[in-house]
């Protein structure tokens, strides 16, 4: 079992920055692949970016490449998602979440433990 605790969310202007953290518990963290989703008010929770257990791989959707960064301590049993250059149309609950088997993956049906979430508003 793992549980993870999203935190780092907020109000920010448009063209800012955030960086999200996401702490977990128990001792296998660093065996999970971990990644980063989001959901707007009235739509479907999607995909932002993953990241393999070792920390070797990451993978962005097109919408945020070149804008944020995924990343994981294993020592601290936490993933990090730096947002940079942040729109308006970013503004969502985000979700991280864990898959055991350490791979990437970007369909929500396929990771096994979530967090409750953080809440990110980008002003115009």
């Known amino acids: 079992q793992v549980q993870l605790v999203e935190s780092g969310g907020g109000l920010v202007q448009a063209g800012g920055s955030l960086r999200l953290s996401c702490a977990a518990s128990g001792r296998t963290f660093s065996t999970y692949a971990m990644a980063w989703f989001r959901q707007a008010p009235g739509k479907e929770r999607v995909f932002v970016a993953a990241i393999t257990s070792s920390g070797g791989s990451t993978y962005g959707t097109d919408a945020v490449k070149g804008r944020f960064t995924i990343s994981r301590d294993n020592a601290k049993n936490t993933v990090y998602l730096q947002m940079n250059s942040l729109k308006p149309e970013d503004t969502a609950v985000y979700y991280c979440?864990?898959?055991?088997?350490?791979?990437?993956?970007?369909?929500?049906?396929?990771?096994?433990?979530w967090g409750q979430g953080t809440q990110v508003t980008v002003s115009s």
């Open positions: 979440a864990a898959r055991w088997d350490g791979s990437l993956r970007v369909r929500a049906d396929e990771f096994d433990f």
